[in-house]
């Protein structure tokens, strides 16, 4: 079966088919990574814009790693380099790019519903790399492929989300990705980065971070956007840090063994400190290697159903 949707603009009411689907197909693409040849011919002549109104180090490469290994053709867009800088619209930046026949566009932007609004005026298949704080649906199906890849499983597991829930658009996909793969899944920190009424999503508030380690086999812990203002929402990055910040001393004394995942770019010494980022407990730099696949598996799986 086929995608239900020839966009990829977030995970909220996507189908479990769906995500079962990316996720198997993702496991394919996986095997191909680790091969001395990485390409496969699966999207010879199709074209790929990636559109970053936004930085990027991750998911920009990502993309344009696995659009190459899907033999696609491939353009990078940077807003500093373009006429966006002359003061050209949205609008018509994505009507010109269109009308040079392209087949995908990959967009990121500091505008939630951004990917959304392309949908209404262009033809191509868009994929959301990111939309403000909205929704980055393939950040959350690589973290899903992740913990299936080292649980076997997703049913039944229990996550909970730490930090800038407020701010994060990776939180709100892990939401609505986990919750349809019948994960339970809570959110922790303080209360100034809890949404009012996110209990709505169908998730447990713990303010309780040694609880939230306790009671939970896997966190995925976010990092602080200071560039959202995200600091305002606490006395400082040090009482953040005491109060929330993933340390070993704070993984030891719970007595657990849980998986540590975070989307990056880390916040060292914040959410998260450079003992648990660079131990044993983390899965972070695989879930960059997993995103790749998730990545070729949406491309392929997007672009061969025009
Ligand atoms: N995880 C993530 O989206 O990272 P980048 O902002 O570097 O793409």
């Known amino acids: 079966m ?45 074209t790929i814009v990636n559109l970053f109104y936004e930085d990027s180090t991750r ?6 790693l696995a659009e190459k290994r899907l033999s696609a053709d491939t353009v990078n867009f940077s807003v500093s380099t373009s006429s966006v800088k002359k003061g050209e619209s949205l609008k018509d930046t994505i009507k010109n790019v269109e009308a040079m026949k392209v087949d995908m566009i990959i967009i990121r932007h500091s505008a939630a519903g951004t990917p959304y609004y392309l949908t209404k005026i262009c033809d191509s298949n868009i994929i959301n790399a990111g939309d403000g704080i909205h929704e ?26 730490v930090g800038d829930i407020s701010h994060s658009r990776v939180a709100l996909s892990n939401i609505f990705g986990l919750k349809t793969m019948g994960v339970k899944v809570s959110v922790c920190g303080p209360a100034t980065m ?17 609880e939230a380690i306790r009671e939970n086999d896997i966190l995925n812990v976010l990092r602080i956007q200071l560039e959202r203002k995200a600091g305002e929402a606490f006395p400082s990055l040090r009482e953040y840090a005491k109060y929330f910040g993933i340390t070993k001393e704070r993984l030891d004394k719970n007595g657990k063994n ?3 995942l975070h989307p990056g770019p880390i916040n ?16 972070i730099l695989n879930q960059v290697t997993n995103g790749v696949a998730v990545r070729m598996a949406v491309l392929y799986l997007l672009g061969t159903l025009n």
């Open 2 to 46: 086929p995608l239900s949707s020839r966009h990829l603009l977030g995970l909220q009411g996507v189908p479990k088919e769906d995500i079962e689907l990316i996720l198997d197909t993702a496991h394919t693409f996986r095997e191909v990574l680790d091969r001395p040849i990485k390409k496969v011919p699966t999207l010879q002549g199709k």
């Open 59 to 64: 998911t920009r490469i990502s993309f344009e």
């Open 136 to 161: 980055h649906p393939t950040q959350a199906l690589l973290d899903l492929y992740s913990i299936k890849e080292r649980f076997g499983k997703l049913k039944g597991l229990k996550v909970c989300i």
């Open 194 to 210: 809890i949404p009012k009424r996110i209990e709505e999503l169908g998730v447990d508030v713990i303010y309780n971070i040694d």
């Open 258 to 260: 849980i998986l540590i």
């Open 268 to 283: 060292r010494g914040v959410e998260i400190s450079s003992e648990v980022a660079d131990g044993s407990d983390q899965i």
